[in-house]
């Protein structure tokens, strides 16, 4: 292999990083809207997408280090404390602008996921705090008050709340 064949193999590695990322943004996106909707369906649907590409990513991941790696074996570049720039650098015209320009892509759209999977995680958190403030609400729930029509026929004890089938 040549360098200006690692730098592509590279260069194709990135890309498909990138990509990838892409996806993870907009399935994140989806993943949002199954939250606010409340529809577990989509959201159960959207997270495996998201495993998936999650899974490819560190593949495709694996593959850019073996390149890049071949590439400093190639060049005398060493890898240990070195940047992004550096290896693009090493892998020459045309590649070098191409290397570059992708890394700040990947870079940049890896932000955008990061921030959509926070906003998700914190309408989870949300979502968890109603239900704890709900089950917390009706286990101490102690009948009925009084203004109903019940209000003679209170219980003493708090009901017992348990997701356990056996409890």
């Known amino acids: 292999m040549t360098r200006s064949d690692t730098g592509l193999g590279l260069l194709e590695c990135l890309r498909e990083i990138s990509a990838l990322?892409?996806?993870a943004y907009k399935i994140?996106?989806?993943e949002q809207d199954a939250l606010v909707k409340n529809d577990a369906e989509q959201l159960t649907l959207a997270c495996r997408a998201q495993e998936?590409?999650?899974?490819?990513i560190s593949e495709v991941d694996q593959r850019a280090s073996a390149v890049t790696q071949r590439l400093a074996d190639e060049t005398g570049l060493e890898l240990v404390g070195v940047n992004a720039e550096a290896v693009a650098e090493a892998a020459g015209?045309?590649?070098t602008s191409l290397i570059k320009q992708e890394t700040?892509?990947?870079?940049?759209m890896a932000?955008?996921?990061r921030n959509e999977n926070e906003i998700n995680a914190q309408l989870l958190r949300?979502?968890?705090?109603?239900?704890a403030c709900c089950l917390r609400t009706l286990a101490t729930d102690i009948g009925p008050g009084i203004y109903s029509k019940d209000a003679g026929l209170r219980e003493t004890q708090p009901y017992i709340l348990s997701l356990n089938r056996q409890a």
């Open 21 to 23: 990322l892409e996806s």
């Open 28 to 30: 994140s996106l989806k």
């Open 52 to 56: 998936e590409i999650l899974r490819r």
């Open 93 to 95: 015209f045309p590649y």
């Open 104 to 108: 700040s892509n990947i870079s940049s």
């Open 111 to 113: 932000e955008k996921v």
């Open 126 to 131: 949300n979502g968890l705090d109603i239900i």
